[in-house]
């Protein structure tokens, strides 16, 4: 049996007159100066964009499946490294299509833009549809830097190079993608258009009101819609092939973009239903939906096709390795890891104090809010103690090292709303780093998200914020 140095941290919390003190009795397994020189020594300085990332694009091989997550929907550098492993995956690995954590028809804008086929002349007027809180998870500066490089390099291909694509895989666009749907129907097929439209007139009560969809159906009030939006999605994919032949002067991917917005709408009436049950049956059905939509695409694109997806650390490291696991959850990393196995490589992001791009309310402006440095027994407190501004670590096949980051520690995950003064509670949870995780990128001091406008719109049809109410 091993042997550990531990201590019990005792807090004592002051509350305002009148109201009873809190003791917080808590157990803290420290590190110490051997563990910490192991991480620095197996581990890679990256001083910036630089060939010192040559031991990540090693490990990631021929692997078909990329996964890139990030510690905060708010910090530059996170969304500014991703970028660079992927456009570099692009350029040397053949990967067609970057999946992201944002909802399926506001990312077609940009994937038609990308591809050459829309109507949009610039980058900035692709992220258009990117309006509902948080805006500006999209509609920042390092995406739409991303978004032109994207456009210029698949302009730059030979004519019959296939072209590498941009897609969502959340499922709030429950208003978007239904109108979505028959939109394509109204083109192609009247009749089943008007099919479509009384199926999913079953919602015609609720008006814009989706969540209260969700409750009444969940409660009893109301029949549930489930039956007609499934049926829908059925009709669409027997008749696949007379639909997407139609008319020939439609976008090849538009029935496939028809058909992926009539699985939003089924998947998400469940969702909206599972709102008001269970949060770890809604969280479970969202992960679930975008495992699905990676499945989706592979078909789509083909067997051989390779992706990369960008969503935050809770959606792509392996829940298996968290305490979220304990509690029933799943997520996307778990599942495309059960799936895939090693042709999947799940790449995380620590930071330990700076800046980040959160609201301090659902709906609320974007503000540069400061990061608290990360607490003593955590992982990011962990890597700080290096003294290494930035490194890349490699965790799979290091035995030695995941022999120290399988111990249980804290790890930090913030979403787009942060509460500094309860972070202990609300941005921390335990996790086993390298089973969570095939490589870790930490960079120690960080920077705020530029976004493009620190307000988001309301959403005219009533579609609840993006990823409501879990913020991650």
Same mark, same amino acid.
């Given at each position: 049996?091993?042997?550990?140095?531990?201590?019990?941290?005792?807090?004592?919390?002051?509350?305002?007159? *009148?109201?009873? +003190? /809190?003791?917080?009795? %808590? #157990?803290?397994?420290?590190?110490?100066? @051997?563990?910490? =020189?192991? !991480? &620095? $020594?197996?581990?890679?300085?990256?001083?910036?964009?630089?060939?010192?990332?040559?031991?990540?694009?090693?490990?990631?091989?021929?692997?078909?499946?990329?996964?890139? *997550?990030?510690? +905060? /929907?708010?910090?530059? %550098? #996170?969304?500014?490294?991703?970028?660079? @492993?992927?456009? =570099?995956? !692009? &350029? $040397?690995?053949?990967?067609?299509?970057?999946?992201?954590?944002?909802?399926?028809?506001?990312?077609?804008?940009?994937?038609?833009?990308?591809?050459?086929?829309?109507?949009?002349?610039?980058?900035?007027?692709?992220?258009?549809?990117?309006?509902?809180?948080?805006?500006?998870?999209? =509609?920042?500066?390092?995406?739409?830097?991303?978004?032109?490089?994207?456009?210029?390099?698949?302009?730059?291909?030979?004519?019959?190079?296939?072209?590498?694509?941009?897609?969502?895989?959340?499922?709030?666009?429950?208003?978007?993608?239904?109108?979505?749907?028959?939109?394509?129907?109204?083109?192609?097929?009247?009749?089943?258009?008007?099919?479509?439209?009384?199926?999913?007139?079953?919602?015609?009560?609720?008006?814009?009101?989706?969540?209260?969809?969700?409750?009444?159906?969940?409660?009893?009030?109301?029949?549930?819609?489930?039956?007609?939006?499934?049926?829908?999605?059925?009709?669409?994919?027997?008749?696949?092939?007379?639909?997407?032949?139609?008319?020939?002067?439609?976008?090849?991917?538009?029935?496939?973009?028809?058909?992926?917005?009539?699985?939003?709408?089924?998947?998400?009436?469940?969702?909206?239903?599972?709102?008001?049950?269970?949060?770890?049956?809604?969280?479970?059905?969202?992960?679930?939906?975008?495992?699905?939509?990676?499945?989706?695409?592979?078909?789509?694109?083909?067997?051989?096709?390779?992706?990369?997806?960008?969503?935050?650390?809770?959606?792509?490291?392996?829940?298996?390795?968290?305490?979220?696991?304990?509690?029933?959850?799943?997520?996307?990393?778990?599942?495309?890891?059960?799936?895939?196995?090693?042709?999947?490589?799940?790449?995380?992001?620590?930071?330990?104090?700076?800046?980040?791009?959160?609201?301090?309310?659902?709906?609320?402006?974007?503000?540069?809010?400061?990061?608290?440095?990360?607490?003593?027994?955590?992982?990011?407190?962990?890597?700080?103690?290096?003294?290494?501004?930035?490194?890349?670590?490699?965790?799979?096949?290091?035995?030695?090292?995941?022999?120290?980051?399988?111990?249980?520690?804290?790890?930090?995950?913030?979403?787009?709303?942060?509460?500094?003064?309860?972070?202990?509670?609300?941005?921390?949870?335990?996790?086993?780093?390298?089973?969570?995780?095939?490589?870790?990128?930490?960079?120690?001091?960080?920077?705020?998200?530029?976004?493009?406008?620190?307000?988001?719109?309301?959403?005219?049809?009533?579609?609840?914020?993006?990823?409501?109410?879990?913020?991650?």
């Amino acid at each position: 049996m091993k042997k550990f140095a531990s201590y019990w941290r005792v807090e004592l919390r002051l509350r305002s007159p *009148g109201q009873p +003190s /809190h003791v917080h009795w %808590e #157990f803290v397994m420290p590190f110490d100066q @051997i563990q910490v =020189r192991a !991480i &620095r $020594e197996n581990s890679h300085p990256v001083t910036g964009l630089d060939e010192n990332y040559a031991p990540l694009f090693d490990l990631i091989g021929n692997s078909r499946f990329v996964l890139i *997550g990030e510690a +905060s /929907h708010g910090t530059h %550098e #996170f969304y500014r490294t991703r970028a660079y @492993i992927t456009k =570099r995956l !692009i &350029r $040397e690995k053949g990967f067609r299509a970057v999946a992201v954590e944002a909802d399926w028809p506001d990312a077609h804008r940009v994937n038609s833009y990308v591809l050459g086929r829309g109507q949009d002349r610039y980058a900035l007027q692709s992220l258009d549809d990117f309006r509902r809180f948080p805006a500006w998870m999209w =509609r920042n500066s390092d995406v739409l830097d991303f978004v032109n490089w994207l456009r210029d390099y698949n302009d730059s291909l030979p004519r019959e190079t296939p072209k590498t694509a941009f897609y969502g895989m959340d499922l709030y666009s429950f208003h978007s993608s239904s109108r979505a749907v028959l939109d394509y129907l109204d083109k192609v097929d009247p009749e089943a258009a008007r099919r479509a439209r009384f199926r999913y007139g079953c919602f015609e009560q609720f008006g814009e009101d989706i969540q209260a969809y969700g409750y009444a159906a969940t409660f009893g009030l109301s029949k549930a819609c489930e039956d007609e939006v499934v049926v829908q999605l059925i009709e669409m994919s027997r008749r696949a092939a007379d639909l997407a032949s139609r008319d020939g002067r439609l976008d090849p991917d538009e029935f496939f973009t028809a058909e992926q917005n009539a699985r939003v709408v089924k998947n998400a009436e469940r969702y909206y239903r599972a709102m008001f049950s269970r949060r770890i049956s809604s969280w479970n059905l969202r992960d679930r939906h975008m495992a699905e939509t990676l499945d989706q695409l592979i078909s789509h694109l083909g067997a051989s096709a390779k992706i990369v997806v960008w969503a935050h650390n809770s959606h792509l490291g392996d829940a298996r390795a968290t305490e979220m696991s304990n509690q029933g959850e799943l997520n996307v990393g778990q599942l495309v890891r059960e799936k895939y196995g090693n042709r999947s490589v799940l790449i995380g992001f620590t930071t330990y104090t700076g800046a980040v791009t959160a609201a301090s309310n659902w709906d609320g402006p974007a503000e540069q809010k400061q990061v608290r440095p990360a607490l003593s027994d955590s992982f990011e407190a962990m890597f700080h103690a290096t003294h290494v501004p930035a490194f890349l670590t490699v965790l799979r096949g290091n035995r030695f090292l995941s022999g120290i980051l399988n111990q249980e520690r804290l790890e930090r995950a913030i979403g787009v709303v942060y509460l500094p003064h309860s972070e202990r509670v609300s941005h921390y949870f335990h996790a086993r780093l390298a089973d969570q995780f095939d490589a870790v990128i930490h960079i120690d001091n960080t920077k705020a998200l530029q976004p493009l406008e620190i307000t988001s719109q309301p959403e005219e049809a009533g579609e609840v914020p993006e990823t409501y109410p879990s913020a991650i």
